[in-house]
């Protein structure tokens, strides 16, 4: 007998994602570090980015989610309480510690890759550094790059002109037998992995077919649901043939299959992997509430361009990599999100030094009025935003709602 796939409408998509991703809290209920820790659990990582035109992504990120969040709480539970690490999802991401022993697994199945790809982007001078590097850590402790540079490499100007010891550094970390154990203005401080984080995330020995059942598990809990290249894409741990063999090895019994709904006629309908109680967990969901968000480029409800137009009819890139006479808005500009729709974006920058949050413009998705109401809400949240980046005030430039 062969099963009917289970009926998802893009409402309901929408809903299930921001129940998944966090978004349909209350925004300004106060929680601690083990509530902080939940909420990135939850979501499974937090992408990390050194741009800060308001405040860097992590922190924006989880300050869309609670607006109690500061950004000490991220470094305590990071730095002290080492209940989470920084290593890399399809980006450098902040992770729980509890997950460690999947990342292990990951360093040593990926080893040989990432030194053939560390020798034909910086070539082999790295290598004659291992050795001396971690004996040098190993006897005076943690070191940045810079400490390993020459006064005459202090002109880098990009991750291709890496010196030798900045490229060991990185190798090292990226094969796990570096941790980062804090970071000084934003620069990476390494040390042994067990210098830094806790032994028993050291312990557990995962076999392969373990790994990819996590990898994929894991990433369809927290999608809902998936095509195999997003499930292997969520953690960026398995290839896309990986995840397809997984899900389809499961399918009808940890696995199920959807057809899940386009947000318009011209988003068609897609059949597609997703999790076994897709439907209870559907029926659970809470409505969002018509709060106004202000995301950050690298949300994960963005991240995956896609699948935000099929759900949302939301089309978004960053442009921090398209050259200025090319771009459609600005170098980096947000998102906005009102209950479960996507309805604009808006271009600020918060001049410390000034202490003011400059808001240049302010674009709405069709459809979407700038009435008073709006206008009061924005100008609210703008003000707690500002707040929350250490500016006093916030000033809008003369023809900044001109396209809303």
Not at 269 to 284: F, K, M, N, T
Not at 315 to 336: C, H, N
């Amino acid at each position: 007998m062969v099963s009917v796939p289970l009926s998802i409408s893009a409402e309901q998509s929408r809903r299930l994602i921001l129940n998944l991703q966090g978004l349909t809290d209350p925004h300004d209920r106060r929680f601690d570090t083990s509530g902080l820790l939940e909420a990135i659990t939850r979501m499974g990582f937090v992408q990390v980015d050194s741009i800060q035109t308001v405040h860097r992504a992590h922190h924006m990120i989880l300050y869309s989610r609670n607006r109690t969040y500061r950004p000490k709480m991220l470094n305590r539970l990071l730095e002290k309480d080492r209940a989470l690490f920084e290593h890399w999802t399809h980006d450098a991401s902040v992770i729980p510690t509890a997950f460690y022993p999947v990342w292990r697994h990951k360093f040593r199945r990926t080893a040989r890759s990432v030194r053939t790809k560390y020798r034909k982007w910086h070539g082999l001078d790295f290598e004659q550094e291992i050795g001396p590097l971690l004996e040098l850590i190993a006897e005076k402790g943690p070191v940045r790059a810079r400490d390993l540079e020459s006064p005459a490499k202090r002109t880098s100007h990009g991750w291709w002109d890496w010196h030798a010891g900045k490229t060991a550094l990185e190798f090292l970390w990226h094969i796990g037998e570096l941790a980062i154990t804090r970071r000084e203005a934003f620069q990476k401080v390494y040390d042994l992995s067990r210098n830094v984080l806790p032994a028993e995330a050291f312990e557990a020995e995962i076999p392969e077919e373990a790994f990819i059942d996590w990898a994929c598990r894991t990433a369809l809990e927290r999608l809902g649901f998936g095509t195999a290249g997003e499930i292997a894409g969520y953690w960026n741990l398995v290839s896309t043939r990986e995840a397809d063999a997984w899900a389809k090895a499961r399918l009808g019994v940890d696995v199920l299959e959807a057809c899940v709904e386009g947000v318009d006629s011209i988003s068609r309908a897609r059949i597609i992997y997703a999790r076994p109680d897709l439907e209870s967990v559907i029926a659970q969901c809470t409505k969002p509430p018509p709060t106004l968000r202000v995301l950050s480029p690298f949300d994960p409800l963005i991240r995956d361009r896609k699948r935000l137009s099929h759900l949302f009819g939301f089309d978004y890139r960053i442009e921090v990599f398209v050259p200025k006479a090319k771009r459609q808005y600005g170098y980096y500009v947000f998102p906005l999100l009102e209950g479960d729709r996507m309805i604009g974006r808006i271009d600020m920058t918060a001049d410390r030094k000034a202490e003011r949050l400059d808001v240049r413009k302010l674009w709405l998705e069709s459809k979407v009025r700038f009435g008073t109401g709006r206008r009061q809400t924005l100008d609210s949240l703008l003000h707690r935003i500002a707040r929350f980046a250490d500016c006093r005030k916030v000033a809008y430039a003369p023809d900044w709602a001109d396209a809303a």
